[in-house]
């Protein structure tokens, strides 16, 4: 089964800063990778998925994410944060016929 | 945009009562899921289904029951509940493979005193 690891619970930056939330997840082979974003009170909406090809994809939102085979990886970046971007995103990995899994969530706060 | 409906959005019961949760969508997805959510786990998968009849364990599935009656339909079930199951529950779905994009719903709050 794959996993999935959100090593940051808590970021805070400022509005108009750039922002990485990282990702890193187990499993030696072929993966699908999704992020997610929570605001508070409300369910799950998708950003964005890789699962092959160009190793950058774009999402909603000014958001995009690169995938790492060699540091299994897949962050998550915005150039700009805007406060609105504040809530919780999960990262999350599925392999063939099974159950997407996702990591603990990173909350993203950003600072007037 | 797909749709996913829980019902119902809180519910509170006492330990080794009966719940039921449910969730319908209709979008004709094949997949279906069951997520709690808690605080430093993040979505933790209980059950899932990939058509009407069929069920999968998922991790956490110890003290829940499911069924997918139909494609449209997929119930949790907790016969006797316990506070360890004070928890937000998530469905979610996704059209032809668990690699598609979730849609979710927005969520019930369980609490079990």
């Known amino acids: 089964t794959q996993t999935v690891s959100q090593s940051d619970a808590h970021v805070t930056v400022f509005e108009g800063d750039s922002v990485e939330l990282r990702c890193n997840y187990s499993?030696?082979?072929?993966?699908?990778l999704s992020w997610y974003i929570q605001h508070h009170g409300r369910g799950l909406q998708f950003l964005l998925k890789y699962y092959s090809g160009n190793p950058v994809v774009q999402g909603v939102n000014g958001f995009e994410a690169e995938f790492s085979k060699s540091d299994s990886s897949f962050h998550l970046r915005k150039a700009s944060v805007h406060w609105s971007d504040s809530a919780v995103y999960f990262c999350?990995?599925?392999?063939?016929?099974?159950?997407?899994?996702f990591g603990a969530g990173t909350k993203l706060t950003v600072k007037p | 945009e797909a749709a996913v409906t829980q019902s119902p959005r809180n519910k509170v019961t006492v330990t080794g009562g009966n719940v039921t949760l449910s969730c319908r969508q209709t979008?004709?997805?094949?997949?279906m899921y069951w997520y709690r959510q808690d605080t430093g786990h993040g979505l933790r998968l209980i059950h899932y289904?990939?058509?009407?009849?069929?069920?999968q364990i998922g991790d956490v599935p110890d003290g829940y029951k499911a069924t997918r009656t139909t494609q449209e339909d997929f119930f949790l079930l907790l016969e006797l509940a316990s506070p360890s199951q004070t928890s937000l529950y998530f469905c979610?779905?996704?059209?032809?493979?668990?690699?598609?994009?979730?849609?979710f719903g927005h969520g019930t709050k369980l609490s079990v005193l």
């Open positions: 979610a779905s996704s059209a032809d493979s668990s690699n598609e994009r979730l849609f």
């Open positions: 979008n004709s997805h094949n997949y």
């Open positions: 999350a990995a599925s392999i063939s016929n099974n159950a997407p899994r």
């Open positions: 289904s990939y058509g009407a009849g069929n069920l």
């Open positions: 499993y030696g082979g072929s993966i699908y």
